[in-house]
Each structure stands twice: as C-alpha cells, then as structure tokens.
C-alpha cells in the first residue's frame, strides 16, 4: 500500500524542484491494489472513499502525484529552475488520468457486486424474521389453545364441586336454607355442555395440525345448546345474588354458609356460594376472547382459519344474544306480576306524574276510538294476541268445568245409600248391586278422582296461572304503545322519552318473540291435559267393566244374547231418557210460569192502561229479569206486563217482539215473554167476629132435661200474616212468605199512600203491598167456669 500521497502545486515563481521518485507504472499499481483491498473487504464506505479519492485527483490543478515506498522519499529544490520540465508534466497528468479512468470502473462493478451480495443478505434476514415469526405465532397459538382447554377443565371441575358437594353439605344445614335449590337452578345444563365440549376436545392433542378443525366443529355443533343452557342461566342470575343477599340479613345463617362452603372447598379460597355460581357468567363472555386470540395467531393460509373466524363471530353474537334475552326477561319480570291492590293503595299511589301519563293515554285513546288519529296497525301481533285471548278463553273454561265436574263427583261420592240398611229383601241382584255401588264409591271412584286432580286438576291450574304473564305484557305493551304514540314524530327526545320509546320496542320485540313459542307451548300442554282426561275416563270405564264382570252370573239379564242384552238396555236407557225430559219439561214449565201472586198496585194501574189500549189477549209477564244491550231495547223486571204490538223487529228477527211497557215501547227477547193468566185467588176478607151469646139469650127451664151452661168468651187476638209469597224488588222493600207473621209499622208509605205498608220480618223492615196483608185470630181465651 501507499502510505503518503504528495501533491506538489506548480506556482507562478521560478523555483525549480527536482523530485526523485519511482515510476509511475509502480504507483499505479499500487493504487490499484489498495482499491482492490478496500473493495474486498465489501465495505461501502471504504468504496465510496476510495472513488471519492480517484475524482479528487482528477479535477485537481497539479496532476503529478508522488508516490514513495515507505522506506524512502527524497525531494531536492535547486534555485536554478523555477519550473518543471512540461514534458515531464503532461506525461505524468496523461498517466494519472488514465490509471483514475481504470480504477473508477473496477470500483463501479465492486460496488453493484458489493450491493447485489447486500440485497441477498437482506432477503435471507427477511426470510429468517418471516420463519421466526411464524414460530413465535404458532407458539403463541398453540398456547392459548392449551389455555382454552385447561382453563375449560379447572371450570367443569369448579362447577362440579359446587352444585355436588356444596350443595349436598348446605342440604345438611339446620334448620334447612330456604329456596336452596333455586340458586342452583340451570346450573346443571351448563355443566352438561362443558362436559361435551371436553369430551369433543379429547379427540386429539393441541399440537396436531388438526386439531384447529376439531376445536371449531365442537363448537359449532354445541352452538344451539350452550346459547340455550347459559342463556336461561345468565337470565336466572340475578335470583342467586338475591337469594344470597337474603341469607346475609340473617347473621348465624350467612356464617353457617360460608362455614360449609371453606369446609367443602379447602383448596379454594372461596367465602361464599357465588364465587362458583359466577363462572358461568365469566365463562360465556371468555369464549369470545379465547377464539380471537387464537385467530390472530394463526396463518390466514391455514385451512381451518375460515371456520375458526365464524366460530369467533358466532362466540360474539351468542354473547350479544344472551344480553338481549337477559334484558327481555328483566322487562317481562318488572311487568307480569300481579298486583292485589286495595282502593286505598291505589289511591296512595296516584300522584302528579301518573295522573298526568294516565290523561295522556286516555286522551291518546279517545282520539283512536274517534277516528282523530289513526291506529298503529301491527298484523303479525293482533294475530298473536288474538289467539293468545282464544287460548285463554278455552282453557279458562275448561278449569271452571274441570272444578264443577269434581265438584259434582265429591258430592256423588258424599252420597251413600249403600250404607243404609235397606229392606230390600234377600234378592241376589239388589245385593250385587249393592256391593257393586260400594266399590266404586270406596275404591274405584275416589282413586279416578285422584288421578283428575293429579293429572288434570293441578296441570291445569298451573297452566292458567302461567297465563298471567303474557296477559298483564298484553296489556302493558297497549299502555306503552299509547305514550309512544303521543311522541310523534319529534326529532330530538328527552332522557325520559327515550325510556318511553325503548320500553315499548322492548316488549313489543319480546311478544313478538316469545308469544308464538308460548302459544305453541300452552296449546301442547292443553292437548296433554285433554288427553290426560280422555285417558282416565278409558281407565275408569275398563276398571268398571272389569268390576261388573266379576258379578255377570249374578246380575239380571247376564244370560241374554248380545242383541237381546243390547236391545234390552237401549230400551232402559230410551226409558229412562224419557223421564228425565219429563223432568225437565216440568221445571222449566215451573221456571216459565207466570208469577201467581197478585199484582202490586202499580203492576194492577199498569194493567188498567194496557187493557184499556190492547186485548186481553195481547197481554205478557215476563218470566225473568231483561236488561237491553242494543238500541231500543227496554230493561224490564220479572213479573212485569207488558202488551205485544209486533211478533218481529224492523228486519223480521221473531226473537225480538214489539211490546208497550204503559209508557215506552221498546224490544223484549220473546223467549222471556208468556201470556198473563189473571190470578183469580181473592184476598181473605177479614173476619169480622160478634160478641158472645147474652145471659138473655139463653132461656134456662129448670124442668129442661138438657141443661145449657152459661159460657163467656173473652175477645179474640188478632195478628197479621202474610197471605202471599212476595218478592222484593228494591232494597226499600222485604220479602215475605205466605203464613208468616208480620208486624205492622206504618199501614201507608211516606206519601201516605195506603197501597203499600211498612212492616218488619224476622228482624228486617221495608215496605209491602198491603192487600198481601191477612189480619187472622192468633189466641183465644179459655172458657170460664159455667154460671150457676
């Protein structure tokens, strides 16, 4: 290498310098190698000095470089010359520019070489941080994969311990906890699907390639039922911690809890039943968490990378879904409980705010019912709600004829002639009858009863009671739906009119959701329950076949043929029928018949007007009470008169007559109308008594052979009794039964009236007419002793 490069600047002055130096071909030589050196060490900065170098020589005013060994360099001025030889100049300026021209070359390929060798190394460092990357990724994968599976089992076993351990030991407590069972409700479902998605995961080891798949089809396979199971447990939370909250107000069985539950759990530091209860909720929200973390670890060119981001969008809406079924419920369980409220309690509720929403809604219900404002038409939920009335309608009904049909039987079976010692003689028959009677009364009919209530009776309540919910949601949503109305259009809402308006769209979503699932389910149970009946009423009848099979050879008409036995029984049955339409016939020509006590005075007045203006043939009395619920219908008592105008209305319906009522004419159910028969019983006249025979009447001969004793009568007492039955058709008024004594107050109204009388009966007072009124003797003196 050349250690010193000596640049010797030509001046103007006459000052010669010799220089002694090797040649030039050395020099150039040397200079090539020491840029050969620095380009072999693939430095770029070395190049670029080096070039730097080779131009600064180039554009230089002196071009005669000097280049020495290291071992000697002498330079030698003689004042003779004051310049060098120009031929030695340019000579030496030619050299030194041709050795640059090389030199920059041989630098330009070392530098592309030098570049190309760096832009390899930089793809091998890209390619090293790519595949260490990828291991790092994998890692980080398979960890949370691990992560997922050991924490899912250290989770199942938590809630192993709880709902079997602890609980067995809080069953244990002295006295027993109330409503234990309910904290550990749904518990069970959730620990059945943790149970299966482990048992899924166990398939293969977290290490294998396919084990990404495996872990996504678990989960979506278990999509449905853990949405079901930690939905209706998330839903059911809030009764844990109040259940909880309870046990806390009461010191000596909250220390007892949280006695059994460090006893039970050593290993875990857990105070109290909720530090398990809890997973679930915690649970459900990780799965999301877990699921992306792998997702962002894994290559998007893996094959399971698309299953694994919809199971991780599916994780989010299960979430999401859970949410919004837990706020529907808090809503459906603010709004169906049913309140028992006195007046008074309503009274006290009322206040300036609900009494100005109720005239809102009242108001916004008026202007409906006018036609003001249009209704909010919504079909898909009239439809539901309309079937929801009609299912309810039916199963109300058949609760009522449910409890009347085991009403009727309890009484059946209170009545047992079979106990009764009868003489009935020493037939076989009437005694196989007989014991017939006794077993179905003492073992066939109690047991069938048993079974309707267990089965029936009891399913049914429950069934109805589970109507309330829906019923009162109904009729909050109608509420609802009014303030929402009364909004309008408004851009901008209060804090409170959004609360308004989020409250109806909430239960309007809810029934809209639910109310078919629970329509469809109450119908199932209503056919169950019918069938249930249907069931039981087979069973009876096969345990009585049954029963009087076993008396066949005793009975009467046992030995007929099967047509005989038939036409024998349809001939009893067709009997029987018959007296029972006898029956019938006659009570309802008792309930039809007129009333047969005479007319009050107002009803006799009536009467005069009716006859006056109609036939006696056109007269009516009703047979029961008529109350009009259309336009021109009258509203008349039992027992009144009435004249017939028309047999039909204006559109030719005969089940509605014309009548006139002595003053309004109007229309009456014809079925309620029979034709006025007068009583012709006459009131009793009052007796009217005469003294007893004189002394003077009675001629006495003492030469008679008869002999007439002289008896005094005392004055006979009267009392007032009631000649007829009467009815009282105002709480001014008393009934009265015929033969009964009644005491007279007053023999005239406040009007003075003598038609009606104040009286008072068995303890009660009130007005009746007074030709109803029998004055009767009541005691009679005993005769005195004869006169001598």
């Not at 024998?568 to 016939?585: H, M, N, P, T, Y």
């Not at 001014?732 to 104040?758: F, I, M």
Request: charged fraction near 25%.
């Amino acid at each position: 290498m050349c250690h010193q490069m000596h640049y010797v600047t030509h001046t103007h002055t006459h000052t010669h310098t010799h220089t002694h130096s090797l040649p030039l071909p050395s020099c150039s030589t040397q200079t090539h190698a020491v840029s050969t050196q620095r380009a072999a060490s693939h430095d770029p900065r070395e190049v670029g000095s080096v070039k730097e170098l080779l131009c600064k020589q180039t554009h230089t005013h002196t071009h005669i470089p000097a280049c020495s060994s290291p071992s000697a360099s002498v330079t030698m001025e003689t004042p003779s010359r004051t310049d060098s030889s120009p031929s030695e100049c340019e000579q030496g300026e030619v050299a030194a520019t041709e050795v640059t021209g090389r030199d920059m070359e041989d630098v330009d390929v070392l530098e592309e070489d030098t570049e190309k060798e760096a832009g390899e190394e930089v793809v091998k460092d890209e390619e090293a941080g790519k595949r260490a990357a990828g291991e790092l990724a994998t890692q980080r994968k398979l960890l949370a994969i691990e992560e997922l599976v050991l924490t899912e089992r250290n989770y199942l076993r938590h809630l192993r311990l709880c709902s079997v351990t602890i609980r067995s030991n809080l069953q244990k407590v002295q006295p027993p906890l109330a409503n234990l069972d309910t904290m550990f409700l749904h518990i069970q479902e959730v620990m059945d699907v943790s149970e299966r998605l482990l048992t899924l995961l166990d398939r293969g080891q977290p290490s294998n390639p396919g084990f990404l798949s495996l872990l996504c089809d678990a989960f979506l396979s278990l999509r449905t039922d853990m949405e079901a199971a930690y939905r209706e447990y998330l839903a059911g939370y809030g009764n844990v911690t109040a259940l909880e909250n309870s046990y806390k107000q009461k010191e000596a069985v909250w220390q007892e809890v949280v006695k059994v539950v460090k006893a039970s759990a050593p290993e875990v530091n857990a105070s109290s039943p909720t530090f398990f209860l809890v997973m679930p909720v915690q649970r459900i929200a990780r799965y999301p968490l877990l699921l992306q973390t792998i997702q962002k670890h894994t290559d998007p060119r893996d094959p399971a990378y698309l299953a694994l981001e919809d199971v991780a969008r599916i994780a989010v809406d299960m979430n999401c879904k859970i949410n919004e079924y837990k706020r529907f419920r808090e809503v459906a369980d603010k709004y169906k409980k049913t309140e028992t409220l006195s007046i008074r309690d309503k009274i006290n509720r009322l206040n300036g705010h609900s009494i100005a929403k109720k005239t809102a809604r009242l108001g916004q219900f008026l202007k409906h019912e006018t036609g003001i404002v249009p209704k909010v038409i919504d079909e898909e939920f009239d439809a539901l709600a309309g079937f929801f009335c009609v299912l309810e309608r039916g199963i109300t009904d058949l609760h009522e004829n449910v409890e009347n049909f085991l009403g009727h039987l309890q009484a059946f079976l209170a009545c047992r002639p079979e106990e009764r010692d009868l003489d009935l003689g020493s037939d076989r028959g009437v005694v196989s009858y007989r014991e017939i009677t006794a077993a179905l009364k003492q073992w066939i009919y109690p047991t069938f009863e048993r079974r309707v209530r267990t089965l029936v009776h009891r399913p049914l309540c429950s069934l109805r009671e589970m109507l309330a919910g829906p019923r009162n949601l109904i009729r909050k949503r109608l509420d609802k739906l009014l303030d929402y109305e009364a909004l309008g259009e408004k851009s901008g809402l209060s804090y409170e009119e959004q609360a308004v308006a989020g409250a109806y769209r909430t239960i309007n979503a809810l029934l809209v959701a639910e109310l078919p699932q629970f329509n469809g389910t109450a119908l199932q149970l209503l056919w169950g329950i019918l069938g249930a009946f249907s069931c039981l009423q087979r069973d009876l009848a096969a345990d009585t076949e049954q029963l009087f099979a076993s008396y066949t050879h005793e009975l009467p008409h046992s030995l007929l043929e099967p047509s005989a036995f038939w036409e024998w029984a349809s001939a009893a049955v067709c009997e029987e029928a018959k007296r029972l339409d006898a029956i019938f016939q006659n009570v309802q020509e008792e309930l039809n018949a007129p009333i047969v006590q005479p007319l009050s005075p107002s009803s006799q007045r009536r009467l005069q007007v009716l006859m006056e203006r109609h036939s006696p043939e056109k007269i009516y009395q009703l047979t029961r009470h008529v109350v009009g619920s259309r336009e021109l219908d009258l509203t008349l008592q039992r027992g009144e008169l009435v004249a017939l105008v028309s047999e039909m209305d204006t559109r030719g319906d005969r089940r509605r007559w014309l009548v006139d009522a002595g003053g309004p004419r109007g229309y009456v159910p014809s079925s309620k109308l029979v034709r006025y028969r007068q009583v012709t019983k006459e009131v009793p006249p009052s007796p009217h008594f005469t003294t007893a025979v004189g002394r003077e009447a009675i001629r006495r001969h003492s030469y008679s052979p008869e002999s007439h004793p002289f008896v005094t009568m005392a004055m006979p007492c009267f009392q007032v009794f009631a000649g007829y039955d009467f009815t009282a058709r105002s709480h001014h008024e008393v009934t009265l039964r015929s033969g009964e004594p009644v005491k007279v107050l007053e023999p005239h109204d406040k009007r003075g009236n003598r038609d009606w009388s104040l009286v008072e009966v068995r303890g009660r007072r009130g007005y009746v007419p007074s030709n109803y009124l029998a004055v009767l003797p009541s005691v009679v003196a005993p005769p005195t002793a004869p006169f001598c």
